[in-house]
């Protein structure tokens, strides 16, 4: 069996965040058809427990436990030498050894990073021998774009500096390695873009959702007191495009909806809250869980599942597991970005507050109602259809396998999954706006 060497910014486990989701997933595909060497950090201590689990699935593994002051201090400093913060963050010289020493054995020819700071590992003169593969996942200096026209001054100009290098750093990269990877074709047409040079080899495959376990719970016990209608928000509580999402929304549809529907009741629904979200639940009917064992039973008995994101890149999968599970989601445009679903037939999209407050004051008296009962379920249904349909593990990770040079099926499901891999090989067509 061939060998590959896989980096991670993060160990890929456990699946309950988007990136360690898609790492996961990945890993799980890539043990079937290679030896892997998992050379990833380990940022949180609970995830220790893990470690042995994952590395059941490899032939060696090197886990870093990541000291984020010390990564910090790096950041920091790759500002005097003019370099992306992002990449001297995950910068490690114990890691370096590891993979050096892994690949001066000769047998590893395949390599794939995940995230773009893991691609310094391979970057050098032993890794160009290799077939490298770069899966950037999102177009990440854009979102620091986002930052920087989001927050005050000077953070805004830290942000927008670290936007310009980590651009340069990923051109470069996208250059060198055989193919470069996102995860949607509307991320892989803005890198396009962003690096012209790079487009041949630039290439997408979607994410996926697991519809067996976020599947419609019509039996599960209520979790939500007698007489509460529930508008739901999920996700990592300290990654600022959620934090910025909630802060958003509770400022300005909250007071609206409140006053329409006073039994109405807002759930923040995920792990590290920081100090600004945990203070929104000061405000009336506002509800900041922290971590639950289990979100599906939050979704499964919301009116109304909201993802009022105003920065973001990439595919939500906040969104994709609510819509895998049957619910009405009502989400913005940038909630979107990268899922091919259709406003008003499988979920619903709202521009602005005034967009918000409307729809989600027509759903939620539909379901006080019970008159519209049915167009509720209907779109319910049409979104679980969706997801089964285009954003099927095993089928997507085949695209993947393109990019690594594994040998193509002949299905046409297949076909369909590994359009987006080998789209760098072929002529490129941008899409029509």
């Not at 995860?183 to 873009?193: G, H, I, K, N, Y």
């Amino acid at each position: 069996m061939r060998e590959l060497l896989f980096l991670a910014h993060r160990l890929p486990y456990p699946p309950n965040k988007g990136d360690k989701i898609r790492s996961w997933h990945m890993l799980q595909y890539l043990s079937r058809h290679f030896r892997v060497h998992l050379g990833c950090f380990i940022d949180d201590d609970d995830d220790w427990q893990h470690a042995n689990s994952v590395a059941a699935l490899c032939a060696s593994t090197r886990f870093i436990g990541l000291r984020r002051g010390a990564a910090r201090w790096r950041a920091m400093q790759a500002l005097l030498s003019r370099q992306a913060m992002s990449v001297q963050y995950y910068r490690d010289d114990g890691l370096l050894q590891w993979v050096d020493g892994l690949l001066s054995c000769g047998k590893v020819r395949h390599a794939l990073a995940f995230s773009g700071p893991m691609a310094q590992y391979i970057d050098g003169s032993a890794g160009r021998a290799l077939h490298r593969v770069i899966d950037f996942v999102d177009v990440d200096s854009d979102k620091w774009r986002q930052y920087g026209d989001s927050k005050p001054w000077p953070m805004s100009q830290l942000y927008r500096h670290e936007a310009h290098m980590l651009l340069q750093y990923e051109r470069h990269i996208a250059q060198q390695f055989t193919a470069a990877s996102f995860v949607s074709p509307a991320e892989a047409a803005l890198f396009r873009q962003c690096a012209p040079m790079a487009r041949r080899k630039t290439g997408y495959f979607n994410n996926g959702v697991d519809t067996a376990y976020f599947t419609p719970l019509p039996d599960q016990p209520p979790i939500y007191p007698p007489g509460v209608q529930a508008l739901v928000f999920t996700g990592a509580m300290d990654y600022w495009p959620n934090i910025d999402a909630v802060q958003w929304f509770v400022r300005h549809v909250w007071p609206a909806l409140r006053r329409q529907f006073p039994q109405l009741q807002f759930y923040i629904v995920g792990s590290a809250p920081v100090p600004a979200v945990t203070a929104l639940a000061r405000v009336a009917g506002v509800v900041v869980t922290g971590k639950v064992p289990d979100i599906r039973p939050y979704l499964a008995g919301a009116a109304l599942v909201v993802a009022p994101l105003r920065i973001a890149r990439g595919v939500q999968n906040k969104v994709l597991e609510a819509m895998a599970m049957g619910k009405v989601v009502l989400a913005t445009p940038h909630a979107l970005e990268g899922i091919a679903a259709q406003p008003g037939l499988e979920l619903l999209l709202a521009r602005d507050d005034v967009e918000f407050i409307h729809h989600a004051a027509r759903v939620l008296r539909h379901a006080q109602g019970g008159a519209a009962e049915g167009s509720g379920a209907a779109m319910g249904t049409a979104a679980r259809q969706l997801v089964l349909q285009d954003y099927n593990w095993e089928r997507n990770l085949r695209g993947l396998g393109a990019m690594l040079g594994l040998p193509a099926e002949t299905d046409a499901d297949t076909d369909a999954a590994v359009s987006g891999a080998i789209a760098p090989l072929l002529p490129v067509r941008e899409p029509s706006t």
